[in-house]
């Protein structure tokens, strides 16, 4: 069998051109629906687009996400708070990942936003690792830190879950797009 030249064998990890200015500007998409709605606490759409990149680009997914991550950081600071952004994504991810790809199309919806309402409600719980580990917290001041932010965690969660209604069509765009050369 004969070893075929490297130019020729297309890694299905790397990006083309193409996907780089797509992913590019889902992140700065993300980052930009961030800001313009940080009137309203605890409600936004990157719930919302983790799910729909997900279900779409699978693996890529990450390249928007970090992105996202990154520009939030690059905006509003490399602080601690920004910290807890680098893994807090990736269970809503990896949740999206977990979906069946053909999921019936009367159940996808009602997943979608399950799963990104579910992200919503523990986001303190998620978040709380990091803050035990850089502030030096308890167990009990974990646990005491997360139960004052259940009021957040709660709108959080109801926000996400209604936000979770523009998943669908915000794949079937993606989609679209992506069939488009």
Same mark, same amino acid.
């Given at each position: 069998? %004969?070893? %075929?030249?490297? *130019?020729?064998?297309?890694? /299905?990890?790397? $990006?083309?051109?193409?996907?780089?200015?797509? =992913?590019?500007?889902?992140?700065?998409?993300?980052?930009?629906?961030?800001?313009?709605?940080?009137? @309203?606490? #605890?409600? *936004?759409?990157?719930?919302? @687009?983790?799910?729909?990149?997900?279900?779409?680009?699978? /693996?890529?997914?990450?390249?928007?996400?970090?992105? =996202?991550? @990154?520009?939030?950081?690059?905006? #509003?600071? =490399?602080?601690?708070?920004? $910290?807890?952004?680098?893994?807090?994504? $990736?269970?809503?991810?990896?949740?999206?990942?977990?979906?069946?790809?053909?999921?019936?199309?009367?159940?996808?919806?009602?997943?979608?936003?399950?799963?990104?309402?579910? *992200?919503?409600?523990?986001?303190?719980?998620?978040?709380?690792?990091? %803050?035990?580990?850089?502030?030096?917290?308890?167990?009990?001041?974990?646990?005491?830190?997360?139960?004052?932010?259940?009021?957040?965690?709660?709108?959080?969660?109801?926000?996400?879950?209604?936000?979770?209604?523009?998943?669908?069509?915000?794949?079937?765009?993606?989609?679209?797009?992506?069939?488009?050369?």
């Amino acid at each position: 069998m %004969q070893a %075929q030249p490297t *130019h020729s064998r297309r890694n /299905k990890a790397a $990006l083309s051109i193409r996907e780089t200015a797509i =992913f590019g500007m889902l992140g700065a998409l993300m980052y930009a629906s961030k800001v313009l709605m940080e009137m @309203f606490p #605890n409600v *936004h759409l990157i719930g919302v @687009f983790t799910v729909a990149i997900t279900v779409v680009y699978r /693996k890529k997914a990450l390249y928007p996400l970090y992105t =996202f991550v @990154f520009l939030t950081g690059m905006f #509003n600071g =490399f602080n601690t708070w920004w $910290l807890p952004y680098l893994y807090i994504w $990736l269970p809503l991810w990896g949740a999206a990942m977990l979906l069946p790809k053909n999921m019936p199309k009367k159940i996808a919806p009602l997943a979608y936003m399950a799963i990104c309402s579910a *992200h919503g409600f523990l986001f303190g719980t998620l978040y709380a690792p990091a %803050q035990a580990l850089m502030y030096g917290l308890s167990l009990e001041g974990t646990i005491a830190w997360i139960i004052a932010g259940l009021p957040f965690d709660f709108i959080h969660g109801v926000s996400n879950f209604f936000c979770g209604l523009l998943i669908v069509p915000i794949i079937c765009a993606l989609k679209i797009a992506s069939r488009r050369k």
